[in-house]
Structure formats: structure tokens, C-alpha cells
């Protein structure tokens, strides 16, 4: 059995992964992170994130925010975005996620998980068997909770590196995701 820790696939901006092949092979739902995986932390959805979401629901895909954030937060990021939210998830516990896909019509078997943290967004995917991204932070600039994990995660990045568990074929590098 893979490491919980792991994710599916490594991605160095969720702007650069491959929605239209992720739907040929059958998948429907894209659940996202905010803060750091689409915008930086406590910043509004900008021209990039409202394209990227006009993109996935052109591709068919039907998508949810998945936010530990408060409502104000999640909202003012969706305001123009327009796409299903839960806030307050408490990722990386299950409620939330399961809650995002049976909001969606989806299932672990369709539903790929986008996000820039192990210890919540991986972790709580993994946990389920869905399809997760380990996208790179965004900003280097985080609140003191986060740099405490982003501490800890370091040695999980350095053991997929070792673990040759991604190939050449993935966009980026466990080694590159810690820069």
C-alpha cells in the first residue's frame, strides 16, 4: 500500500496541470485548496484563477473549494468564481472531502484533489484513495501555523525524492517542491 503521504502526482502550479487529460481518463469533479494553491494566502480570486475555473467547466468537470478557511474567506475568493465551497473543512479530517463529492455528483473514482499542503490536502485525499496534486506553494510568505508544517513536511519531500517514487514523466521534482 502507497504512503498516505504521497500524492498521485507532483505539479508545480495548478495552473500547469492537465485538465483536459485528467477528463479523457474519466474524471469529473476537481476539488481545490485556496490559500497558496491558487492565489496567496487571504488573496481574491485574480484574472488567472477565474480563467482557470471558466477553463475546467468549458472541459465538463465540476468543481468544489475546499477551504479550512472561515466563510468571510471562502467567499470573497468565490465570488467571482461562482463554484461549490465548503469552509470551516477541518482538513485532513474526511467529512469535508466527502461532502465536496457527494455535492458534486462525484466519487473518489472521479475526483481529483488540487492542493499545496501533505499534512491536510494530500493526507485527507489519500486517506480516501482519491487522485491527489501536490502543487508548490505559491508564496513563500505563510502565517506561523504553516511554516511549522512546511518544517515537517521537508523530510516527507526528501523521502520521495529517495523513493524514485516519481518518474521523469511528472512535471516537477519532490526535490523542487521545497524551494
Not at 490559500?35 to 484574472?47: I, R
Not at 477565474?50 to 467547466?57: D, G, I
Not at 458534486?104 to 501533505?118: A, E, L
Request: some cysteine; proline content about 4%.
Amino acid at each position: 500500500m502507497r504512503n498516505t503521504f504521497y500524492p498521485s502526482e507532483l505539479v508545480s502550479s495548478a495552473y500547469n496541470i492537465d485538465f483536459e487529460k485528467l477528463y479523457e481518463e474519466g474524471y469529473r469533479g476537481v476539488i481545490f485548496d485556496i490559500d497558496n494553491t491558487l492565489v496567496p494566502h487571504g488573496a481574491p480570486a485574480d484574472a488567472r484563477a477565474e480563467a482557470l475555473f471558466k477553463r475546467l467547466r468549458n472541459i465538463g468537470f465540476d468543481c468544489c473549494l475546499l477551504s479550512n478557511n472561515r466563510k468571510a474567506r471562502v467567499d470573497m475568493f468565490n465570488r467571482n468564481i461562482r463554484v461549490h465551497e465548503i469552509w470551516l473543512a477541518n482538513k485532513p479530517f474526511l467529512r469535508g472531502y466527502r461532502e465536496a463529492m457527494n455535492t458534486m455528483g462525484t466519487d473518489t473514482g472521479n475526483t481529483v484533489y488540487v492542493g499545496d499542503q501533505i499534512f491536510t490536502d494530500v493526507w485527507g485525499a489519500s486517506r480516501l484513495g482519491m487522485y491527489s496534486i501536490l502543487v508548490r506553494p505559491i508564496n513563500p510568505k505563510e502565517e506561523i501555523q504553516i511554516v511549522l508544517k512546511r518544517f515537517f513536511e521537508k523530510p516527507v519531500l526528501n523521502a520521495y525524492r529517495r523513493s524514485g517514487y516519481y518518474s521523469n514523466s511528472h512535471e516537477i521534482s519532490a526535490e523542487a517542491l521545497q524551494k
